[in-house]
């Protein structure tokens, strides 16, 4: 499977988002948001970090950058599309979700180990997945996922949460939500469910000597269901 | 303007030196080469106060590869993999301006590494604040959170450990030390000295503004009532061109066009480029309107003096220009031509095609006052006769609350959290253990490395707190299996123009120097404050002292939490009972009075090369050392981080139990080791002459203390990790 990290001025996950798609199999390229065209992929990635300096709005530049029509005309075109922390934001001011991310609830950026809830039907990035409730890691300032009450039923209605942060027995409670999104949410799609934002990193959690291995699941199962 | 007498003292020069300079040149200098002369001699670029006891650490061992006087110091740690590492302080400008004082003190700290080829993989702090009372300090404690979050985080750099202490003599003054640690290959590392004539000499990163001038002079100034007024000299940071800056420079070190690189720190451009004149004992000429402002009408004085953050000077190959100019385009980064090297020695600055400035280089330089300040002798403090009645009327579940959720004590969760600890996936220990490690990236090896302080000890003592706090550092990377290599320290104190001091600083040194010898643990890089004082009040001395370490294989890593319930707790090294300078004295009984525990170099080595032979025999499950608070603190973080109990064994030998649990005697560890394993474990103590005490048993949750329960580790927890977060919110 071929996959590419686009590399944004300010991506700092980028690096660690090549070494875990290599670590479970893939064919990794890093992308230069100044270049034109994406190489051939099954996936395409956008990594976290602070992309342009995250000034303005969190992902407002990189949302109009060079490559990123290439990656809205791939997406439209069905393709897989994954975007993790910075990724989940710059998706949002594409308009390829719905939402915003806003500023944690407490004002704080946060690091830490959370549990999320993930949603294993009707699509490839977490079908078939071996556990439901996976312990990832966050660290983000923006965080705080919002959208309109439409937005969210239609979200809802359509299937489209992804995950939900919870307690480590799968309990979507309010002590569990670590920024203040809107009804736990850690992570949406589209409504074609080929694309994925969210804000853990599965990334961090690829190996028992760091924060846990969790994200191997996620790695792993991805893996399998694109072949 | 004409230079006089009263402009000079005005920019912190003193009477006679401004006379020297004059005598020097052999005529009055103008405003912009008096303003050169200010920024290089004074205290934080010259050292003029500090450089003749610098002069006697000890620098040297067999894997350092560069001691002090580079950017930043470099030790081996095999397969041609080093360490680049440095500590800095950004005290002054974060007590003005909390977030940007902390966020350009990392930013400045990380250019420090990776002008030497480094790609940062570590950072650390050390923060001391004011009394948790002080009004100031909530408001400070916050903004230098934020500040250091803000730049480190965004860069993409973990930041793996730090310290924080409260104590009321920072109220006025508190201190931010910042370290990083940055990994570079030992054939590919780049010096700062320039070499070669006519060689161009270029400016890359942000553009210049009037921000930070006299940065360098207010970090030697004493603080009084206008100290709002200098929030212009703080320097305004900006991590995102920093993150550019850091990527197009490794890029451009990727091949072998770079002479020398320097990044423009204290006393930007002035000290940049006269440090790698100097060094290659070569003249510099530069061209100050080909210089990226970004404010008009900026004149010589102020483009020579900003400290606008982002930048550094770089001595190219000649005919490499248009290859470098490419990767700082594609970074966005400015890039200009500047000058050029010359065989003049002089420093010769030109502007709108008028020499402006023209001053030999070694009377900046080498002529630089150095002054042997007087001195005073610390006495060792009598010994407090505690007596029976002070403990009488203590409770004792009621003394390990206070103690555990003490605000020097307590868990610094609310802080740690707030900064990415695990971006680049190579973090494998988290803030919170002894020492914070990360993985050579690829590599089986790991890196460890703490950072500590002991104001009280050194303000009691300097010689002995100085030694202390060398061992205290050894001992925290012990604790998590790493083999100790070298240190960095930040040494922060008081006025050096008072001979009290100017003492503590001596003595401090002389402490440092005699653990680090001993230790065979070198002093590779550091930096000094001076004039920490507000209205004529000094802090603590507070040398801070970062170590770094080795773990070859990380799977060897070693943790403090317990592992499993039924087995042995021991602990190694003798207790003495010593109370004085504790935190129990201090906290429960309110004297501060006294020595501060004596340091015993032997054991120190000894009982640390014997943990660590315990450790690579895999013979203990949990590992820590004794520190703040004694063997008590010491336990219940144990079961705090394994989410787990202890039984303690009835002690023996001492006749007061808060004697034995509360005293800070040093050279010791707690470990954990399975009940099979004691007679291999006690056979090697013995075979090393350590001595040990059985301390307990872990147990499920329970903590039980004169075969009672006293506490479940949940309540211990909450006490601990509780203390912070209330505060703060």
């Known amino acids: 499977m071929n996959s590419s990290v686009i590399i944004f001025p300010g991506s700092n996950c980028d690096r660690d988002m090549d070494v875990a798609l290599k670590k479970f199999g893939f064919k990794n390229k890093m992308v230069w948001h100044n270049d034109d065209e994406l190489p051939k992929s099954d996936l395409i990635v956008l990594p976290g970090g602070f992309s342009y300096g995250d000034y303005l709005r969190c992902g407002s530049i990189a949302g109009k950058s060079k490559i990123i029509q290439s990656v809205i005309d791939f997406a439209n075109s069905g393709g897989l599309v994954l975007g993790i922390c910075n990724g989940f934001q710059i998706l949002t001011e594409t308009g390829l979700l719905k939402g915003v991310l806003q500023q944690n609830k407490n004002i704080e950026f946060i690091c830490k180990n959370i549990f999320v809830k993930v949603n294993n039907s009707e699509n490839k990035f977490f079908e078939n997945i071996d556990k439901d409730v996976l312990e990832l890691h966050i660290a983000h300032n923006e965080g705080n996922y919002f959208c309109t009450e439409d937005e969210l039923k239609s979200l809802e209605d359509n299937n489209q949460i992804a995950a939900y942060y919870c307690s480590s027995d799968g309990k979507v409670d309010d002590k569990s939500n670590p920024n203040g999104a809107i009804k736990n949410i850690a992570g949406i799609f589209n409504e074609k469910k080929n694309i994925l934002g969210m804000m853990p990193h599965p990334e961090r959690m690829i190996d028992q000597s760091l924060s846990g291995e969790d994200g191997s699941i996620f790695f792993e199962n991805l893996l399998k269901n694109l072949k | ?729």
């Open chain 2, 1 to 729: 303007m004409e230079v006089n007498e009263k402009i000079a003292v005005d920019h912190g020069l003193k009477p006679d030196e401004y006379k020297k300079i004059c005598d020097l040149l052999k005529r009055v200098p103008n405003l912009t080469e008096l303003g050169i002369f200010s920024a290089m001699w004074n205290e934080h670029c010259s050292y003029k106060s500090s450089r003749l006891h610098l002069k006697k650490l000890n620098t040297k061992g067999k894997k350092v590869i560069q001691g002090p006087g580079e950017n930043a110091g470099v030790i081996d740690i095999g397969d041609d993999d080093a360490i680049v590492f440095k500590i800095e302080s950004h005290n002054h400008p974060s007590f003005i301006e909390p977030y940007q004082g902390a966020a350009t003190g990392v930013g400045g700290i990380m250019r420090d590494v990776f002008t030497m080829g480094a790609r940062p993989i570590a950072n650390l702090n050390s923060i001391h604040f004011g009394s948790t009372q002080h009004k100031k300090t909530k408001n400070l404690l916050r903004g230098v959170v934020k500040g250091i979050g803000g730049y480190g985080n965004c860069i993409g750099v973990p930041t793996i450990a730090g310290q924080t202490c409260f104590d009321q003599s920072y109220n006025g003054n508190i201190l931010v030390n910042a370290m990083t640690l940055g990994l570079v290959n030992k054939n590919k590392i780049f010096y700062s000295k320039a070499a070669g004539i006519n060689k161009p000499v270029i400016y890359v990163g942000s553009k210049t503004g009037r921000d930070g001038i006299h940065g360098a002079s207010m970090a030697s100034a004493i603080f009084d009532d206008k100290i709002e007024e200098k929030k212009p000299t703080v320097q305004v940071g900006d991590p995102f061109t920093e993150k550019l800056l850091l990527e197009a420079c490794l890029e451009l070190m990727s091949d072998k066009s770079i002479i020398a690189i320097q990044d423009m720190g204290a006393a930007g451009l002035t000290s940049s480029s006269i440090e790698m004149a100097s060094k290659g004992n070569l003249g510099i000429e530069l061209h100050l309107d080909k210089v990226p402002c970004r404010e008009e009408k900026m004149t010589p004085y102020e483009i020579m003096l900003s400290e606008s953050q982002e930048r550094m000077l770089i001595v190219l190959e000649n005919g490499k220009e248009d290859s470098a100019k490419k990767i700082f385009d594609k970074w966005n980064l400015d890039f200009a031509v500047i000058g050029k090297t010359t065989n003049t020695k002089n420093i010769e600055l030109y502007f709108e095609k008028e020499k402006v400035a023209n001053v030999p280089i070694k009377f900046l330089a080498n002529e630089a006052p150095m002054y042997d300040r007087p001195w005073k002798k610390t006495k060792l403090p009598q010994k407090i006769k505690f007596s029976n009645s002070d403990f009488k009327k203590l409770k004792f579940s009621d003394v390990i609350k206070k103690m555990i959720s003490n605000p020097n004590v307590c868990s610094k969760q609310w802080i740690w959290e707030q900064y990415d600890h695990t971006v680049m996936g190579d973090t494998i220990q988290k803030p919170g253990g002894d020492a914070g490690v990360v993985r050579v990236h690829g590599t089986k090896k790991a890196v460890a490395s703490s950072v500590d302080s002991s104001a009280s000890y050194c303000y009691a003592h300097p010689f002995t707190g100085g030694k202390q706090v060398v061992c205290e550092a050894w001992r925290n990377l012990v604790s998590v299996g790493a083999e100790p290599i070298a240190i960095t320290n930040c040494l922060n104190f008081g006025n050096p123009e008072k001979k009290e001091n100017m003492g503590e600083f001596v003595e401090c040194i002389d402490g440092i120097n005699e653990a680090s010898k001993y230790l065979n643990f070198p002093v590779v890089s550091g930096n000094v404050s001076f004039y920490n004082e507000t209205k004529d009040k000094g802090i603590k001395p507070t040398p801070t002292i970062g170590g770094v370490g080795l773990i070859k294989d990380y799977k060897n890593l070693m943790s403090m939490s317990f592992k499993s319930k039924g087995n042995l707790v021991l602990v190694i090294g003798k207790t003495e009972g010593n109370l004085d300078q504790s935190i129990f004295a201090n906290v429960i009984l309110d004297e501060k009075k006294g020595p501060p525990p004596e340091i015993n170099l032997f054991n120190e080595k000894n009982n640390g090369e014997t943990v660590l032979k315990l450790i690579k025999e895999k013979l203990p499950l949990s590992v820590h050392d004794v520190s703040l608070g004694g063997i008590m603190i010491g336990a219940l973080k144990m079961c705090i981080a394994g989410n787990m109990g202890i039984k303690f064994y009835k002690f023996k030998n001492l006749t007061n139990i808060y004697q034995y649990f509360f005293s800070e005697d040093q050279g010791r560890y707690i470990i954990e080791v399975e009940k099979n394993n004691l007679k291999k474990v006690e056979s090697i103590l013995k075979k090393n002459s350590v001595h040990f005490d059985l301390l307990g048993e872990t147990t499920d949750k329970e903590i039980i203390i004169n075969n009672e329960p006293t506490f479940t580790v949940d309540k211990v927890t909450e006490f601990y990790k509780g203390w912070l977060y209330k505060y703060m919110s």
